[in-house]
């Protein structure tokens, strides 16, 4: 059974300041990684893909991936309240059907 | 470009019924996969269609069960309904080509409760 792990949270940060969140992956074979958010009663948007080792930057958000730790971050600099949501980690099987198994995610509270 | 598409948006039922669910995916995609999404499980994975061909299939039971149309477009049924079945319903859109590297688009759900 491959496993995606995320900490439920929640993780709660005030305006302004950065918010990390943290997923492992037990696939070992695993290469893609995406990061979806959720907003309560709405459907995942993806946010960040990652495919290589190291860090990738978009606006406001850093997704950081390391392979050989197994395990893949994502960090919102300049939080704000309306950052406030599910982030939720999904990871691709390896193997051949590539369907991603996702964590369960973790709900982030920016606060005013 | 129209986004994924999905009806019903909000559904009531009684145990032992049945019930079909659609999704239109985005102009061009292929696949859809089918998501069953509960608090306490969270997302899982139902099936994959891709060119009206079951690719990919979850632990789920019999009683659910999906097709694709020439189109893409794809329903999921379910069939003799448990209270447990309550959830949200997510259809996700894709090329279906791209592999590890697969982005899926979702759509804004159908919530199902079971009473």
């Known amino acids: 059974q491959k496993e995606v792990e995320q900490n439920s949270g929640p993780l709660s940060v005030p305006e302004g300041a950065i918010a990390s969140l943290n997923c492992t992956y037990s696939?070992?074979?695993?290469?893609?990684f995406f990061w979806y958010r959720q907003y309560s009663g709405k459907s995942p948007e993806l946010i960040m893909f990652?495919?290589?080792?190291g860090d990738k930057e978009d606006g406001r958000f850093t997704a950081q991936l390391n392979k050989a730790s197994q395990y893949v971050s994502l960090l919102i600099r300049d939080s704000q309240p309306s950052d406030s949501a599910t982030y939720l980690c999904?990871?691709?099987?390896?193997?051949?059907?590539?369907?991603?198994?996702f964590g369960r995610g973790t709900s982030l509270i920016v606060h005013p | 470009k129209a986004g994924v598409t999905q009806t019903p948006r909000y559904l009531i039922k009684t145990r032992g019924q049945q019930v079909t669910l659609s999704c239109s995916p985005i102009?061009?995609?292929?696949?859809v996969s089918w998501y069953q999404q509960t608090p306490g499980q969270g997302l899982q994975f139902l099936f994959e269609?891709?060119?009206?061909?079951?690719?990919n299939k979850g632990n789920f039971p019999g009683r659910f069960s999906g097709r694709q149309f020439s189109n893409s477009r794809s329903e999921m049924n379910v069939s003799t309904l448990e209270l447990g079945d309550s959830a949200l319903y997510l259809c996700?859109?894709?090329?279906?080509?791209?592999?590890?590297?697969?982005?899926?688009?979702f759509g804004p759900g159908t919530r199902l409760l079971v009473l």
């Open positions: 269609y891709f060119s009206e061909t079951q690719r």
């Open positions: 696939d070992r074979g695993s290469q893609s």
């Open positions: 996700a859109s894709s090329l279906g080509t791209s592999g590890r590297q697969e982005t899926q688009y």
């Open positions: 102009s061009g995609h292929r696949s």
């Open positions: 999904a990871v691709p099987t390896s193997g051949g059907s590539y369907i991603p198994t």
């Open positions: 990652i495919y290589s080792n």
